[in-house]
C-alpha cells in the first residue's frame, strides 16, 4: 500500500511506504585489476570445480583464459561454455546446463555482460532447483537459491551483476521470459575496467543507454522509495557525464570507472523499484527482431517518457530527473521542464550514436499490435506509473518508429 504525501515547494518523499524488502548482493569488487581479488574469496570456499559461462569472443581473444589462470590461482580446475549470444534463448541455457550436469560444477562464472550473466543465472537456479527454464518466469518461481554464481561484468550497462532480474527468449513464442527473483542474486560482482575498455563505441553507448533507461524507469516506478531513488538519480547525472566521453575515446579510464558505477547504481535502483514500459515493449522487439536490448531502450525511451507525463501525477518525479540531468532555466515550470528533459535524453542518444527510429531496425508496422499485447503481459510493465492499453502502446510504437 502506497500513501501519497507530495509537498512541491519542500524536499519531501513521493511516496510513505510500508516496509519493504532492500536486495544487494554480498561482495562486489570495482576497478582496474579487481578481477585479482577474486582469488582470496575462492580459497576461502574451497572450491574445485568452476563452469565459466561465456561467448565466442571472450573466448577467442583469451579474456577467458585469464579468468580461468586466476581461478586456477585458487586451487580451482575450470571448464568453458562459450556458446553464449546476445538475447541468450532456451536452447542456449538448455546446452550449458547439460555441459553443468557433465561436470557437476561447485560454481559458475559469468564472463562477459547481461547476456553471460542472464544465462548463469538461469543455469544456477535450475541447477539448484530442478524443471526447465521455462517453470521460473515470472516473480520468485525458484524455491531454493542457484548454484553460486560469480558475475565478472566487461560492459556497462545492465546491471545484471547487481540484480534479482534475468531475461531469457523462448524462441517457440518468440517472445522475452522475465524472471524476477532474489535467488538468483549473484554471490560475487566485478567490474574490472580493464576489461571493459576494449568494448566498441556502438556497445558502449547502446549498454550506457541501457543504464540510463534503468534509472529512469527506477525514478518514475509506482515502486520507488528514497532508496531507489539515490541510486538512480546519482546514476543519470554520472552517465550524462560520462558516456559520450567513454565512447568518443574508449581510453578514458575515468569515464570507464564512472560508467561502471553509474550502471551498477542504476541496476541496485531498478532491482528494488522495478522498471516500466520501456523495458516491457523493448522485450518484445527482443523476442520478435532478436535487436539489441540496449538500443531498443534507448530508441523507446523519450517516447514511453512523453507518453507517462501526459499524467501529471509524474510531474513530481520528472522534476527529481531535471534536476539530475542538471538542466537549466529561469524556474521550473511542470510542462516546459518536462519537455526539457525528454529533449535532453534525445539529443543523449544522437550524440552517442543511437539509431533515430524503430523503422532503421527493421521493425515492422504491422507487428504493433503483437508486439503491444507482449509488452502489455511483460513482468515490468506492473511497475509502470501509468497503465496503458493496448491501443496506447501501439501509438507509442507508432511514433518511435517514424524517422525524426
Known sequence: MITETWNSD??????????????????????AGAIE???????????????????SFLFESKV???????????????????????NPTVEIVNEALSVAADIKPDFIVALGGGSAIDTCKAVGIVLAN???????????KSSRKSLPVVAVNTTAGTGSEVTTFYVITDEKRHSK?????TNCSVWIAINDTNLMKSMPQSL???????????????????????????????????????????VKNGDDMNSREMMAYAQYSAGLAFSNAGLGMVHAMA???GGFYNLPHGVCNAVLLPHVMEFNAGDEKTHYDFKKIYGALELKGASYSSRASVAQTINEIKKLSQEVGIPASLSDLGVREEDFRALAELALQDTCMPSNPVKPTIDQIIDVYRKAWKKR
Open 204 to 246: 558502449t553507448a547502446a549498454t550506457g543507454m541501457d543504464a540510463m533507461t534503468h534509472a529512469i524507469e527506477a525514478v518514475l516506478s509506482n515502486e520507488a522509495t528514497p532508496f531507489t531513488d539515490k541510486d538512480a538519480l546519482w546514476a543519470i547525472t554520472a552517465i550524462k557525464e560520462h558516456l559520450p566521453r567513454a
Open 283 to 285: 522485450h518484445s522487439l
Open 37 to 55: 581479488l577474486l582469488r582470496g574469496e575462492i580459497m576461502k570456499k574451497g572450491f574445485r570445480k568452476a563452469l565459466v559461462i561465456t561467448d
Open 10 to 31: 519542500k524536499n519531501e518523499v513521493k511516496n510513505m511506504h510500508n516496509p519493504c524488502r532492500v536486495n544487494m548482493i554480498s561482495t562486489n569488487f570495482f576497478g
Open 64 to 86: 577467458a583464459d585469464q579468468i580461468c589462470t586466476e581461478l586456477a590461482g585458487a586451487g580451482v580446475h575450470s571448464f568453458i561454455y562459450y556458446g553464449v549470444k546476445p
Open 130 to 140: 530442478g524443471g526447465r527454464v521455462e517453470d521460473y518466469e515470472g516473480v520468485n
Open 177 to 181: 521470459m522475465v524472471m524476477v527473483d
